[in-house]
């Protein structure tokens, strides 16, 4: 047995062809003196028509012992059929069983009973039979073929860096300490730390699509615990120059999906609109006003609080970014502004009150650096092996992570992060 064709592959064009199909028995409708099978592939479904008058009694009687969600092989005759699904059915000559699948199943994929996410994500794998579910992963797969091609057409070499590491990098979260040894270790909050150093190297512009691990301790629909950071480091380059690349591939990204994931984003019944030119500028102090006009206290130097976020995202709506941050709430890589150290050249980006990407220019200069280490409490002691890389030609240089969970929950319409990760990580959750 080999398969010739997929579901979708199956239309009235190929009608009279002999075909074989490979897939999931996603409904059994038996009339007695007909059959009808709809079998399930990665490309969609088609109709299998039994009628007991055309079809052998053998045959018929291994259509029978059929279970929902087993896997099948099919061989039989295409034909058209105005009201099947792609408009033909297949008329069986011979069939199999590959793998039959227990009942009852512990979900059910065509969603006659609808689950809850936490069974849902129990039985991940019959989840994502659904396509409603795979559809979000095949868009964050178009996602990360643009992000990659965009970045290798515009010169920046792929890296991989480690995630066992001897250091914080992200104050503002946790660190998940490991036995490493003897040694104290940890699971790397960020790549941070190894793509500045990679700019002291010479490579001049890097990215990394990797993992990141953070101990957040609230449960919200946007972080996890294991989550994936697209990293961006460019040589030579100001939070200006990196806010474009940013802003640029997100624009690749969403013509992208628009145009090769049209049927995904209408199973989701999601638009994505393209945003014509640059994406809105806002400042930190014209958030503070916006936030506070709107009666929600922010007083200048904290960090935006949920409701804050609402806030700003109600009134400025879709992609913008957020510049000059006040240094005091913004890690010690990130540069001040020269002459108004209390402002700093870090920016993030948003969709509408969702944080997606933070930024920044780099600090440079060793003393500098040292300084801001110090400044926020930490020991340089600890981050000698970074540090040593800007004592011997450390070019000025800028970068930003983003959050590719949460770019595609902005890209499927997901309201909760878990439905963007295959296999989530959070507060509760470990398997499967
Ligand atoms: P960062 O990477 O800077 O930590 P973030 O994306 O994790 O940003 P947001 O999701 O933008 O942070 O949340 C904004 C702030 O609200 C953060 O300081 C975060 O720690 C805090 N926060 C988020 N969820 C909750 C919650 N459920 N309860 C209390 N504080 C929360
Ligand atoms: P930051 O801490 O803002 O910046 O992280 C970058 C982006 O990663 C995503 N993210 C998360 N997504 C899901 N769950 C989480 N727990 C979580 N934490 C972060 C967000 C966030 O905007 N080193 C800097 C980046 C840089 O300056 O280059 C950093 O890590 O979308």
Redesign the pocket.
């Known amino acids: 047995w080999r398969r010739t064709n997929y579901a979708s592959e199956c239309t009235p064009e190929i009608a009279g062809s002999d075909i074989t199909i490979m897939g999931w028995v996603h409904e059994i409708r038996d009339f007695g003196g007909i059959m009808f099978v709809i079998i399930r592939d990665v490309t969609g479904r088609v109709q299998v028509t039994a009628p007991s008058k055309k079809v052998d009694e053998k045959i018929m009687e291994e259509l029978r012992e059929f279970r929902k969600e087993s896997v099948v092989a099919i061989k039989g005759l295409v034909q058209e059929a105005g009201k099947a699904p792609n408009g033909v059915e297949i008329i069986p000559k011979e069939v199999k069983v590959l793998n039959l699948a227990n009942q009852p199943l512990p979900m059910d994929p065509t969603e006659k009973v609808k689950a809850g996410i936490d069974t849902r994500l129990d039985s991940r794998f019959l989840d994502i039979r659904k396509e409603n579910v795979s559809a979000i992963f095949k868009i964050k797969g178009q996602m990360f073929h643009t992000i990659r091609d965009y970045f290798y057409d515009n010169g920046f070499y792929e890296i991989n860096t480690p995630k066992l590491v001897a250091s914080a990098t ?1 104050g ?2 946790e660190l998940f300490p490991i036995t490493y040894f003897e040694k104290e270790a940890f699971l790397g909050q960020s790549p941070q730390l190894y793509k500045q150093m990679m700019m002291a190297a010479g490579m001049d512009k890097v990215f990394e699509i990797g993992q990141i691990f953070r101990a957040e301790e ?1 449960d ?1 629909l ?2 996890l615990n294991e989550a994936v950071s697209i990293d961006a480091e460019a040589s030579f380059a100001d939070d200006e120059d990196v806010m474009k690349i940013l802003n640029d591939m997100l624009i690749n990204v969403l013509k992208d999906v628009n145009e090769n994931c049209a049927d995904e984003l209408a199973v989701l019944g999601h638009e994505l609109e393209v945003p014509k030119g640059d994406f809105p500028v806002v400042t930190y102090d014209e958030a503070v006003d916006i936030v506070n006009s709107k009666d929600v206290p922010m007083e200048w130097g904290e ?4 409701e804050a ?1 609402k806030a700003l995202g109600d009134t400025m709506g879709g992609f913008y970014f957020l510049t000059r941050w006040p240094s005091e709430i913004k890690p010690f890589y990130v540069m001040p502004v020269e002459g108004e150290e209390q402002y700093s050249h870090a920016f993030d980006l948003m969709y509408n009150n969702l ?1 997606l990407s ?1 930024g920044a220019t780099r600090v440079h200069q060793y003393d500098l650096l040292v300084k801001q280490i110090e400044e926020r409490g930490l020991n340089p002691a600890g981050f000698g092996s970074y540090l040593k890389a800007f004592e011997y030609g450390m070019p000025p240089h800028a970068g930003w992570g983003v959050g590719a969970d949460r770019l595609t929950m902005v890209l499927t319409g997901a309201e909760n992060i878990r439905e963007c990760v295959l296999f989530p990580r959070d507060r509760h959750r470990l398997t499967p």
């Open positions: 992200e503002g979260t609230h919200t946007r972080h960090d935006l609080s949920r976020e944080e933070s």
